[in-house]
């Protein structure tokens, strides 16, 4: 018997074929450089979770998993900036998933995505740029007591809320605003093109929309559920590999918990953090969510 047909014979064990994979990367949360109560999405915070999502071997595509009521408009461009520039490198396609929320920061996130998946009932766009604040003049005047402050610089304290509003103040807001809002506006077109229907001037108001109505708009491509949409696309054997930040092993193994739209930590954390400061960055991020409803 010559070697060839002997080796038929030997016990060689027969690998299948590894299946495909696709990293999905999770974006709840306001946008930005949080605080004590609650962690916030930024480039720094998700830069190396993102480069691992694109080096796994057999990558199908990223999915993002999104649920965020936007935020930093800053951190919101440099998140999707790097979601792109990977994507191009790696040759890999993104997919965006639009849970609860994917409004303002959140639906620039999802620009980041070659294709735009919905719930019926989600909520998406948003596309302007908001600033909150409250003032306190009457209300220190009332307790006697006297603001103190000092700047070098004339605008140096612009917008502050212990001061009577200066209509020139706001005006210079705003014209800082409409830039930003030319930047986002910009950032979507060039994403979505001519899936984009309807009056430039509904689509970019500011208005959210139900998710249906988002497929109307060409803000969004199809309804889907991640799951069923990676396994229609990439086969049922595909590896669904959700990506999570140290940080946010870290808290799940100490059993803290966060959840979007609550305030997001347990009480050993806000003790460490201090209540003031915490307080008061988990009332901004209600703030946040409660614009929508949730």
Known sequence: MDLYRALQYLPIKRFKEAPPQVAVLRLAGVIGHGGPLRSALSLANLERTIGQAFELPRLKAVALAINSPGGSPVQSELIAKRLRDLAKEKEVPILAFCEDVAASGG???ACAADEVFVQPSSIVGSIGVIYAGFGFPDLIARYGIERRLHTSGERKAMLDPFKTENPEDVERLKRIQKEIHERF???????????????????FSGEFWT??????????????????????RFGEKVKIRRMESEKNWLK???????????FGASVPEDIAAGFGTGLLSALEERVYWSRFGL
Not at 185 to 203: E, S, W
Not at 252 to 262: I, K
């Open 107 to 109: 639906y620039w996130l």
């Open 185 to 203: 506006i910009a950032v979507v077109k060039d994403r979505r093109g001519d899936k984009l229907q309807g009056d430039p001037d509904t689509l």
């Open 211 to 232: 998710g249906e109505r988002a497929l109307e708009l060409g803000l969004a491509d199809a309804e889907g559920e991640l799951r069923q949409v990676l396994r229609e």
């Open 252 to 262: 799940r193994r100490l059993g803290l918990r966060h959840a979007p739209g609550s």
